[in-house]
Structure formats: structure tokens, C-alpha cells
């Protein structure tokens, strides 16, 4: 039978089981990785096995190797990891013809809205500080920021890395400590495009020891949500890395990656709150194989990768890891190169009536779909549609958030660019439908 995990429900027990057992509630940490794929870790068989650390994590904690996200797309995955709730609840999705539900240009009006609950806030009720390190994605506009909704602290970027842009057409994106901006990407915080190199990763992962050593000196509960972005495309990493894996650029990424992972566990272990903390790795969505392979990573055995609902773009990599409280050694075109026949296609195709089934224990690449007219087909179709109907019943959509675009709003003038002398003039408003090919 596949197990299945919905790690706000994880949270909720890490919560009742820290409180439980220790004077203060444990410490959370989640550390979710953009665009990794399932087939990125050792532990799932990478043959370069160049994730030690994130390998030893798994052997001393538990692997989840049937997790999925809510969405096959960064931000409405996101969204769904930190409110709890399906991102068609939440508002982060589109009804726009055939756009894509991420949240992707800058021009995107929308964002989270004020009436959904955050993880974050919720901990604040229970005493917890609250830091987020990296991409946010929830939303670029004031008045989505992620302070607005629970977190103490901030120190990332809301949209990802794109650029570099001209400032006149497009400004490039703005890099936060906390409400005010404190520089821009390719301007403050460089990125080479040529070589990959940036020392954004070895940045945000000494935002996190010194987030770390400060919560466990002042004996406060913490929540950290560790979203860097060095494997979403365009990859990078910083010098010391460059040029080490046998996988390329994208490798290098993600060894920088499993070194700064393992210094942030030792961290813990070394200052005694390891048995105290909660650590959760995964990754938002499937690696992107549309930009593989210099600039994607490995779904593995899965069909198709990011911006799909097949295996490779849900099924993603996932590591609890507790000492003291989690037993350890527990558990186990879009798609080039991959196109199956009646299974996967170029054009969006209608599959709500007869939707494709696989049985992913004898087909876990999703090859074979069962046939339509079999006995088994019928069975399975007996169980999932009375779900359905029941999900449709009781389905509350929230507003769309990514439907309107208006290049007004793009990162022209971020709270605090008045102090850096960054502030750029927007151009008039225009609003219009969203429409974006990613």
C-alpha cells in the first residue's frame, strides 16, 4: 500500500509529541528545495552518490518514498504547504484559457490572500519566532510580503532569480532583509550566468546558523523555512563547488546544497537542540526536465518532471528527520525523451471522465495505462468517483490570484529603495488577462 504524507498533518504530531515529552515545544525546520527531483538523492539511487549528507539524514530519520506535493508548479505548491490548504482553496491558481498556474512574471497582480491562516501564524500563537530564508513566491506587492503573514523575519527574495533585466522593461528582482529591500539580484547579489557561479546558497545558509544560534541562546521556540533556489534554472552555485560532480553545473547545486544541509544539522547537534528539532527535507515540485540536462535534475525512474501530473512532476523527495523521536532507517517538451504512447501529449487534453489509471507497483514509471474497458479500470472508478463528487460538493474555490497581470506592479519600487537610490518609475497601469507559456 502507498503511504502518503501531508506534512502539515506531520507537523501537528511533531507539535503534540514534543510537547509531550520536553518542558517547551520542539523546534521546526523545514527545508524545501525548487525544482529537485525524486531521483536527485542517493538514497534514491543517484548513481554519482554525491548527497552524502541528505543520504545520512534519511538512514537516521525516516524516508518518505511516496510523498507528493499539491501541485506539479513552485508557487501554488507552496501555497499549499503553508496554509494546509489545496492551492484551488487558496486562490493560487488561474481560469485563465491555458495559463499556468504559477506565479511566475512579476506583472502578476495577485497573491496570497489575508483571509488564509499560515503556518506561521498559527506558531506565533503557541510562542514560536518565525524566519523564512529564501523564496517566498506568495506574492511580490506589499501587502503580501511574508511578515505580513506571521514571520518575524525574512531574508530572500519574493519572486525567483530570472534576470538579469534592463530596469526600463523589466526591473530586476529585489533581494529583502525583512519589509525593505536591501539590493537586487544581478545588481547587489551577482549571479554569473556564463559560469553558474553566485554564493547566494553559502548566504542564505548562514542566515540560517545565525537564525539557529540566536533562537537557542534566547531558549525560544523556532520555525524556519529554509526555500533556496539554486537548482531552479538559471542553476548556480558558489566557487568552491563549481566544476565537483560528475553531473555537471546542476550537480554542483545540489552538492552545495547536501554540505550546507549537514552543517545545519551538526549545527543543531553541536549546540544540544538536535533532539529538540523537528527537520523536515522535500522539494516543492518534480525537477524541471525542460531545462535538463545542464540546468535540470532527475525525476528518476518517474515519467515527465515539473509542470505535469504524472509521477515525476508529484512525486518528490521527502526526509524526516528527529533524533530521540523518529527511529532511524525508517522507510524507503515537458517531457523530452519520454513521450508514451495515449499517455503523454503536446496539447492539454480532457482526461476528467476517463482519467488515465496506472498501478504504480507494477508500472512506476507509468508507462502502461490499465485499459478502460477491463475489470480493474471499472473497480478503481467505482471508488475514486463518489471522492470526487464528494470534493466537488463540498469545494469552496478561493478568488483566483493569477489572473491579472498589469506591468505597474512589477519590483520598480520596493519598500526601501528610497535608501539605496534604487527606486524605478513604473509605468502606467494597465491591467490586463495573465497569459505566460511557464
Not at 559560469?195 to 534566547?218: H, K, P, V
Not at 551538526?266 to 540536462?293: H, M, R
Amino acid at each position: 500500500m502507498e503511504r502518503r504524507l501531508l506534512l502539515p498533518l506531520c507537523l501537528c504530531w511533531a507539535l503534540s509529541a514534543g510537547g509531550a515529552e520536553r518542558s517547551g515545544p520542539p523546534n521546526l525546520l523545514i527545508l524545501l528545495m525548487d525544482d529537485m527531483g525524486w531521483g536527485d538523492l542517493g538514497v534514491f539511487g543517484e548513481p554519482s552518490k554525491e548527497t552524502p549528507n541528505l543520504d545520512q539524514m534519511a538512514s537516521q530519520g525516516m524516508l518518505f518514498p511516496n510523498f507528493y506535493t499539491a501541485n506539479p508548479l513552485c508557487s501554488p505548491s507552496r501555497a499549499a504547504l503553508l496554509t494546509g490548504r489545496l492551492p484551488i482553496r487558496n486562490g493560487f491558481y488561474t481560469t485563465n484559457a491555458h495559463a499556468r498556474n504559477a506565479y511566475t512574471p512579476q506583472e502578476i497582480v495577485g497573491g496570497i490572500p489575508g483571509s488564509e491562516l499560515l503556518l506561521p501564524e498559527l506558531l506565533k500563537k503557541a510562542g514560536y519566532v518565525s524566519k523564512i530564508i529564501g523564496k517566498w513566491h506568495l506574492g511580490h506587492r506589499p501587502q503580501f510580503h511574508p511578515l505580513k503573514h506571521g514571520f518575524d523575519e525574512w531574508f530572500g527574495s519574493p519572486n525567483c532569480h530570472f534576470g538579469p533585466y534592463d530596469n526600463k522593461a523589466t526591473p530586476n528582482i529585489p533581494v529583502y532583509r525583512d519589509r525593505e529591500m536591501i539590493g537586487r539580484y544581478y545588481e547587489d547579489f551577482k549571479i554569473d550566468l556564463k559560469t553558474g557561479e553566485a554564493n547566494l546558497t553559502q548566504i542564505y545558509l548562514q542566515e540560517a546558523l545565525d537564525f539557529i544560534s540566536r533562537q537557542q541562546s534566547s531558549q525560544q521556540p523556532f520555525f524556519l523555512y529554509w526555500a533556496i533556489d539554486a537548482t531552479h534554472a538559471p542553476v548556480y552555485a558558489s566557487k568552491h563547488f563549481l566544476g565537483t560532480s560528475q553531473r555537471g553545473l546542476y550537480g554542483d547545486a545540489v552538492r552545495e546544497i547536501d554540505d550546507s544541509i549537514g552543517k545545519i544539522l551538526k549545527s543543531l547537534q553541536n549546540l544540544g537542540i538536535s533532539e529538540n528539532t523537528f527537520v523536515f527535507f522535500t522539494s516543492d515540485n518534480g525537477a524541471a526536465l525542460i531545462s535538463a540536462p545542464k540546468q535540470g535534475g532527475s525525476n528518476g525512474r518517474f515519467l515527465c518532471g515539473k509542470q505535469t501530473t504524472f509521477e515525476g512532476g508529484m512525486r518528490e523527495p521527502a526526509i524526516a528527520w528527529w533524533p530521540g523521536q523518529i527511529p532511524a532507517g525508517h522507510g524507503v517538451d515537458f517531457c523530452p525523451g519520454q513521450n508514451i504512447s495515449g499517455v503523454t501529449t503536446h496539447t492539454q487534453e480532457e482526461h476528467t471522465k476517463l482519467p488515465l489509471l496506472f498501478h504504480l507497483g507494477r508500472d512506476p514509471g507509468e508507462k502502461y495505462p490499465i485499459s478502460f474497458s477491463s475489470s480493474e479500470y471499472q473497480k478503481v472508478m467505482e471508488q475514486i468517483f463518489p471522492q470526487v463528487q464528494l470534493h466537488k460538493e463540498t469545494m469552496v474555490p478561493g478568488e483566483p490570484q493569477l489572473n491579472v497581470c498589469d506591468k505597474a506592479v512589477m519590483n520598480w519600487a520596493p519598500p526601501g529603495c528610497e535608501k539605496l537610490g534604487k527606486c524605478l518609475e513604473p509605468p502606467k497601469s494597465d491591467p490586463k488577462k495573465c497569459f505566460w507559456p511557464h
